[in-house]
């Protein structure tokens, strides 16, 4: 049997890179691959805490060290790490242990792309055995323009996710008449949360953040809720699950400046739920597969939808998901780009 090694900054969270991982994964073994989870932190088959974002450069593990976890791996697929540099020398250090090694590098951000890293010069690591994955044509192209051959799989979602409604509200203490807006994010000054609780707000609905406070958002995050016009709840409570808290709201509000991707995007469409927006620049290439969305801004338009529900708009987005973006053949993509 085939091995391979997916290696990241931290696995098994709420985080997209985390959840995204976990789908390639799933593909691989799909495809007949015995898999190793390689992580900083999180859930993982082997935690080299070196590998974590917040680790010290002196904890950071050798190439030796790295090559050693990898193993016997026919191909290693790399999550960000060696993208965004968040742990610089642990991106330093996966890149030279992977020197001449099958291997894929998923970017799901790039340092150019973020404020935080406007003066990072250094180059994405690159190598003849190499390949090189996009989950948008943007980064792609920005890559291309940097001597890097870059090839796009967009993220894929199950099509059946299931989620109980009537527990959860009930878990959360919602009458089955009270409106819901739920941010299905984690709580950082990139995701917009003041927009989103101003739509709540203006809808008389309870605001939901599913996600923990990260990124030194912590004080911000809480004057916005102790200021809010509205209740507010935050993270799932025990035995709730993402599936749950969408079946749960009736609005899906995603009001952020920037995403390599955006899952709620599509994952508001396979639960057949109305999704409020702001912009970002990767949202227009999603949404010229002919998505129908909501401005975050646009109170108006989307409280008459939601007094007068449109289902022939919510399956409109929900097919547009299931031709685009199923689960189902991520297997065969993945298929298609595994380096040699």
């Known amino acids: 049997m085939p091995a391979a090694a997916v290696v990241s900054y931290r696995l098994g969270g709420a985080d997209g890179v985390s959840v995204e991982a976990a789908k390639w994964g799933g593909a691989l073994r799909a495809l007949g691959f015995d898999v190793t989870t390689i992580a900083g932190e999180g859930t993982a088959d082997r935690i080299l805490p070196g590998l974590a974002i917040d680790a010290p450069p002196s904890g950071c593990p050798s190439p030796r060290e790295i090559d050693e976890a990898l193993g016997d791996a026919d191909v290693v697929l790399v999550e960000n790490l060696c993208s965004l540099p968040l742990n610089p020398s642990a991106g330093q250090a996966v890149a030279a242990a992977l020197r001449g090694r099958p ?9 150019w792309q973020r404020p935080r890293f406007a003066d990072w010069t250094a180059a994405i ?8 994955v996009c989950i948008n044509k943007l980064t792609r192209n920005e890559l291309a323009a940097r001597g890097i051959d870059a090839a796009v799989v967009y993220n894929h979602f199950s099509l059946d996710p299931g989620g ?24 950082i000054a990139r995701k917009g949360a003041p927009s989103a609780v101003a739509l709540a707000e203006a809808l008389g609905a309870a605001y939901w953040m599913a996600g923990p406070v990260e990124e030194d958002y912590g004080d ?22 993402m599936d ?32 409020a927006v702001a912009h970002y620049p990767v949202l227009d290439e999603l949404r010229s597969f002919g998505f129908r969305w909501f401005d975050v801004s646009g109170v108006a338009a989307l409280a008459s939808f939601l007094d ?26 993945v298929a298609a780009i595994l380096p040699a």
């Open 244 to 275: 749950d808290a969408y079946a749960a709201c009736d609005v899906v509000a995603f009001p952020s400046t920037w995403e390599g991707f955006g899952n709620p995007t599509i994952e508001s469409a396979v639960h057949r739920r109305p999704l």
């Open 308 to 333: 007068d529900p449109d289902a022939a708009l919510l399956e409109h987005n929900y097919a547009l998901a299931r031709r685009h973006f199923d689960l189902a053949a991520l297997p065969e993509r």
């Open 220 to 241: 911000a995050f809480t004057r916005l809720c102790d200021g809010a016009a509205t209740r507010v709840i935050h993270l799932l409570p025990a035995g709730v699950s």
């Open 164 to 187: 109980d409604r009537e527990r959860t509200r009930a878990a959360l203490g919602l009458s089955a008449a009270e409106r819901l807006v739920l941010q299905p994010t984690r709580a």
């Open 103 to 111: 291997a894929i590098l998923r970017h799901h951000d790039l340092p």
């Open 125 to 132: 690591p690159d190598d003849p055995r190499w390949r090189h």
